[in-house]
């Protein structure tokens, strides 16, 4: 056995909350304390000086699409466009530096614009050059615009789709499985390693992709699963089935985990094809729905049935409907603990109400949130009030309400949506921009690192903690001072009293210096170091 002792810094640890030294034998934590007896119970361990640096345990990102994050990290990134002509510049220098192949661009969201519109098919031509393969994904990734050239290339997208309109739905499907078939191996590979590289840096052990036929393919999907890196990765497929054999074959035939993720009940705000109840307040309709109510029953009893974890991604409050409408069919058929066992999960969960939240609380429903969507497009003047009005707006993401039913909790970035940055996630889910739907900052720490753990199917209640027996994946902080608060709009006196012995975190006050990331572990194993 070979053992570490890690002396001279902070612990998060709720059975330790004054440790100053932790042991790790053989890649479990065996022990947490004072570093004098840490020494004299560990006499031949390898000692590692902390100086001061903050140890916690690891992040998990429950909702990734790896290469498509990569492709934003070693290609073509449009997070940062200000206009329709930023967006043409970048690709005219992109298409100089690189004249031949498939130009992949992510991010653009035309919400922030003054002109409020993409850019055209025409100016996609002119920029990148004729003939030139152009698909550039909108931030949320549920609609794109793309050159003459891929358009050519995609043939027939159906009787709904206007040539030259942005593409949603069904024609964006189809466009993004042509784009992405033209990447090579290589750079698949490529971007995965940017993309898990970037995680590690961020102190996070694993990730959960929601792949699907519609988002990355399966030769992705496989591909990812048998890349080797330091980072763990739980992949969740997002395909419909109506059996239990159908959805046996399908987890042994890809070897993925689970089958849920981005299983697309609706599509999003931005693109206006997230399913709403009421109209849209900035364009007619309510949205495009994927799967009804009959398909979400079939696909939960099949995977309940065949012990497979399932999941949706469901956003409007209309898509919300059917799923719990499809929970509550199979708990009436199969019982509510059968469902519960089986982790079932809920992909963002935007508009969910009052009363869903305490239908999807009952029937034991994991919600994988993202509070980085309301950091990004939340408040009086942003893209959730343009889209839904400000009444409506302001009901988005109540993170409090779903955590006072007792749901179980687990954010993540949606990355490439929103950048794969824990601390700002963390953050995020603290300071909402809606009074009231905050987290405290305990719990959204919690729920960024135990509670993703149990949103993949890890319940063991050690993954997510630093006490003995834990499995030693944690990550060490350059942080400032240790601060023990409430919610920002609770007053929760006993657990900021210093004689509770609650372990404290860094500052997640507005404008305060979130850690950054000196080394990441897990299970032992170091992963990343500054």
Not at 246 to 258: F, I, S, Y
Not at 288 to 294: P, T
Not at 416 to 427: D, K
Not at 447 to 473: F, H, K, Y
Request: glycine share 12%.
């Amino acid at each position: 056995m070979s053992t570490q002792l890690l002396i001279g810094g902070r612990f998060y640890s709720s059975s330790s909350p004054d440790a100053t030294a932790m042991a790790v034998t053989d890649g479990t934590v065996v022990w947490l304390g004072a570093e004098a007896p840490g020494r004299a119970l560990h006499p031949d361990a390898e000692i590692i000086d902390l100086d001061g640096a903050f140890v916690a345990p690891a992040f998990v990102d429950p909702h990734v699409h790896v290469t498509a994050l990569g492709l934003q990290l070693t290609g073509l990134d449009l997070s940062g466009a200000t206009s329709p002509s930023a967006v043409l510049d970048r690709v005219r220098a992109h298409a100089a530096a690189h004249p031949t192949g498939i130009i992949i661009g992510e991010g653009w969201d035309d919400t922030v614009w003054p002109e409020q519109r993409p850019p055209t098919v025409a100016e996609l031509d002119e920029a990148a050059g004729p003939g030139r393969l152009v698909y550039l994904a909108r931030v949320d990734a549920h609609s794109a615009v793309a050159s003459s050239a891929l358009l050519d290339a995609a043939g027939d997208l159906g009787d709904g789709h206007l040539r030259g309109a942005p593409l949603r739905g069904d024609a964006h499907h189809r466009v993004r499985t042509v784009a992405l078939a033209e990447l090579d191996r290589a750079q698949r590979d490529s971007a995965r390693a940017a993309a898990l590289d970037a995680a590690a840096a961020q102190g996070i052990v694993a990730v959960h992709e929601c792949a699907g036929p519609d988002i990355s393919g399966r030769d992705d999907v496989r591909e990812l699963l048998a890349f080797d890196h330091g980072v763990q990765v739980r992949a969740y497929w997002g395909q419909a089935v109506r059996t239990a054999d159908e959805a046996r074959a399908l987890v042994g035939e890809l070897g993925v985990h689970a089958l849920g993720g981005d299983l697309f009940v609706d599509g999003s705000l931005g693109s206006h094809t997230a399913l709403l109840r009421d109209p849209y307040t900035d364009v007619a309709g309510c949205g495009k729905s994927f799967l009804d109510v009959d398909a979400v029953t079939a696909h939960l009893r099949a995977c309940t049935e065949a012990g497979i974890q399932a999941g949706f991604h469901a956003i409007g409050d209309a898509a919300v409907d059917v799923v719990v409408a499809g929970f509550t069919r199979v708990a009436a058929e199969l019982g509510g603990p059968a469902v519960a066992a089986r982790g079932h999960r809920v992909e963002h969960a935007e508009m969910a109400d009052t009363t869903a939240i305490t239908q999807l609380a009952t029937l034991g429903v994991i919600l994988s949130v993202q509070p980085g969507f309301d950091a990004a497009w939340g408040g009086p003047e942003g893209m959730y009030a343009t889209r839904l009005g400000a009444e409506r707006a302001t009901g988005l993401n109540p993170f409090s309400a779903m955590a006072a039913a007792g749901i179980s909790l687990a954010i993540g970035s949606d990355a490439p949506v929103t950048a794969m940055n824990p601390w700002e996630q963390v953050r995020a889910a603290v300071q909402h921009r809606t009074a009231g739907h905050g987290l405290s900052p305990r719990a959204a720490f919690a729920a960024a690192t135990r509670g993703a753990w149990r949103a993949g199917g890890v319940r063991d209640g050690m993954a997510g903690t630093l006490v003995p027996g834990a499995p030693a994946s944690y990550a060490v902080w350059d942080a400032g001072d240790l601060v023990v608060a409430a919610a920002a709009d609770t007053v929760q006196r006993w657990s900021t009293d210093p004689r509770s012995r609650v372990p404290g975190l860094p500052s997640l006050a507005p404008g305060a210096d979130l850690p950054t990331c000196l080394r990441t572990v897990h299970n032992g194993t170091t992963i990343y170091t500054a």
